[in-house]
């Protein structure tokens, strides 16, 4: 099993396992079941808004997690939690939008509603632990619990659960983080799971299949403007700057630009007062690249930070390659990060996280770049 999982759940432990209806949470609740654990489920719903369509994502889930439920013979409860998701994550990602950020909610969805509601509601039922289908793994060292990538780098999730401290980690349970997803796929087919060739879940969890901008302009409507070159060049319109992030190309629609070479146009910079979008062209263009970051919102999984200034890797969005970079403490609980070499599109709004080989130490919100 998982990197300490008999230690800190031996048999006939109570666990109470977040069942999506995804085969990563199935196979999880498989796992803990051959550990001899008590085991028992919870479906979360944590979005009632109904799609384009009229229908709900969350009903074919909970059908499929009643299906794995059925087949492991384990019960499942099911509790709505759309009103913390909205209060605890939703609210927070429209704030941010609308200042122009780019939020990451599947972060706060960890910190506020999965080991937050959530593992307070698995503790009411009498369970011991709550478990996850994430790849990333828990360690226990002296009296001090770790946060470690999963094995498989193509899937790791230790990017999103930076937010965790030792009450959180102490409470629970990564049991497929030293699996391979190709194993897990494999586990749930021998097991004649439903869920073993279902399609993972990609982008905002809560927006299902449906156009991101068509789903944001529903809660923040368009305010078309302009597009600029940085030379002040206007070049075309945009439907509304909370619509766009940084680096991005897709959506401008600039044709051919007199006195330009022929080539893709990205984001550089957005200035939502002005409502204006400013506009570069090459992939590595200088005002898309930055050396230094200040982030906010620190969060440590040791409970306290690293003495700073400390030399570490980092990551600005997921799925990024561990950049090699200084960490400086700043006044008023902030940080300055002093990469290597200068990184592409860094965002505010998202998360910048610190690590020590497989090691999560924890991150932050990023608030504003310097080249």
């Known amino acids: 099993m998982t990197s300490g999982l008999a230690e800190y759940a031996p048999p006939g432990t109570p666990v109470v396992v977040a069942l999506s209806g995804g085969v990563d949470s199935s196979v999880t609740a498989a796992r803990l079941q051959e550990a001899g654990c008590s085991v028992s489920a919870i ?45 605890g994550v939703f609210a927070d990602f429209l704030r941010e939008y609308a200042r122009g950020r780019t939020p990451n909610p599947d972060v706060l969805c960890n910190r506020e509603v999965k080991f937050k509601a959530f593992l307070a509601h698995a503790r009411a039922l009498g369970g011991a632990f709550v478990a996850t289908g994430h790849y990333a793994r828990i360690t226990r060292e002296a009296d001090r619990y770790a946060l470690l990538k999963g094995v498989d780098a193509g899937k790791d999730q230790s990017y999103f659960l930076y937010t965790l401290g030792q009450a ?45 901008r068509t789903f944001l302009a529903h809660y923040l409507p368009a305010q078309p403007g302009i597009i600029r070159a940085l030379d002040g060049r206007v070049l075309g319109e945009h439907q509304g700057v909370v619509y766009y992030t940084l680096g991005q190309r897709e959506g401008l629609k600039i044709g051919g630009v007199r006195g ?22 090459g992939h590595e263009h200088p005002a898309l690249l ?18 700073a200034p400390f030399a570490c890797r980092a990551k600005t969005r997921y799925r ?49 770049t310097g080249r």
């Open 43 to 87: 479906f979360m719903k944590n979005w009632n808004e109904p799609n384009p369509d009229g229908h709900c994502r969350w009903e074919a889930d909970v059908a499929d997690a009643l299906e794995v439920c059925d087949r492991l013979n384990i019960p499942l409860n099911t509790v709505d939690l759309s009103q913390a998701y909205w209060d």
């Open 260 to 281: 330009a070479q022929e080539g893709p146009w990205y984001v550089a910079e957005k200035n939502v007062t002005a409502n204006e979008l400013h506009v570069v062209q």
């Open 320 to 368: 990024q390659p561990d950049q090699d970079c200084i960490v400086t403490a700043l006044t008023g609980g902030r940080c300055r990060v002093t990469f290597a070499h200068p990184q592409r599109a860094v965002t505010p709004g998202q998360s910048v996280v610190f690590y020590l080989g497989d090691r999560c130490l924890g991150g932050g919100i990023i608030d504003c």
């Open 168 to 212: 959180e980690l102490a409470a629970s349970l990564f049991p497929i983080g030293d699996l391979p997803k190709s194993e897990v796929r494999q586990r749930a087919r021998a097991l004649g799971l439903v869920t073993h060739d279902k399609k993972d879940s990609t982008g905002i969890c809560f927006i299902g299949e449906q156009r991101f």
């Open 290 to 307: 930055s050396r230094t970051l200040e982030a906010d919102s620190l969060s440590w999984i040791a409970g306290e930070a690293p003495p």
